[in-house]
């Protein structure tokens, strides 16, 4: 069966410092791989979306990046973190074309 | 560009009640919706999924609608539970890249 991975749970950050998080897929080859993040008091967005290695698509503008360096990990980075940066950040993969699936999400405070 | 709005936002119900959340979409050209759960500071749980072909389905005391021309879906929960207390989101997967959109959610409070 396939599982997500996503590390760390909580981060707590200062403004300014670098962001690494990180998500891996067991169980499954060449899957969608995204990252969304929900805000305080708001829905999800979609922030990244990646249909094989080094394949990345944004959807907005933003401090942050991502990644694909295997076909199975996606990492989420930022250079100097913002106080709008703080929230929950989930990976989930999917098929091509089929429902997605979630990780247990990580919470970023950035003070 | 796909929006995704749920009423109500907030919704807080006796236990036993049967209940319904809402959740409309701009576009219609879906492929399908999803209803997830989102437990307080936890991931996403998914509840049902239905195909843009298909009208309804159904998962226990769950039930989902789907009219896909009028674009609106319907999530029932039948004899409310405590254990139902959690955010419901509504996503439609949608567009050229199959991105999904969601809603802002559903907060649910079941009172025992």
């Known amino acids: 069966s396939q599982t997500i991975h996503q590390w760390p749970a909580t981060l707590v950050q200062p403004v300014g410092s670098p962001l690494s998080l990180e998500c891996t897929v067991e169980?499954?080859?060449?899957?969608?791989l995204y990252w969304y993040r929900q805000a305080a008091g708001r829905g999800l967005q979609l922030l990244f979306y990646?249909?094989?290695?080094?394949?990345i698509s944004s959807e907005v503008p933003q401090n942050l990046s991502a990644s694909r360096p295997q076909d199975r990990q996606f990492i989420l980075s930022s250079k100097k973190l913002l106080l709008s940066d703080s929230g929950f950040y989930l990976c989930?993969?999917?098929?091509?074309?089929?429902?997605?699936?979630f990780g247990p999400g990580t919470r970023l405070l950035v003070l | 560009k796909q929006e995704v709005t749920q009423i109500p936002a907030a919704l807080s119900v006796p236990e036993g009640e049967n209940l319904v959340l809402n959740c409309s979409f701009t576009d219609s050209a879906i492929y399908n919706l999803q209803w997830f759960r989102q437990d307080p500071g936890k991931g996403l749980t998914s509840l049902l999924l239905i195909q843009s072909s298909q009208r309804e389905q159904t998962s226990g005391r769950l039930n989902a609608s789907l009219d896909k021309s009028s674009g609106r879906s319907t999530l029932y929960i039948a004899a409310s539970q405590p254990g139902d207390s959690a955010t419901y989101l509504c996503a439609v997967l949608s567009g050229s890249a199959r991105q999904l959109t969601f809603g802002s959610g559903t907060q649910l409070t079941v009172l025992p």
């Open positions: 989930a993969w999917s098929s091509p074309s089929k429902t997605q699936y």
């Open positions: 990646s249909v094989g290695i080094g394949q």
């Open positions: 169980g499954t080859s060449n899957p969608n």
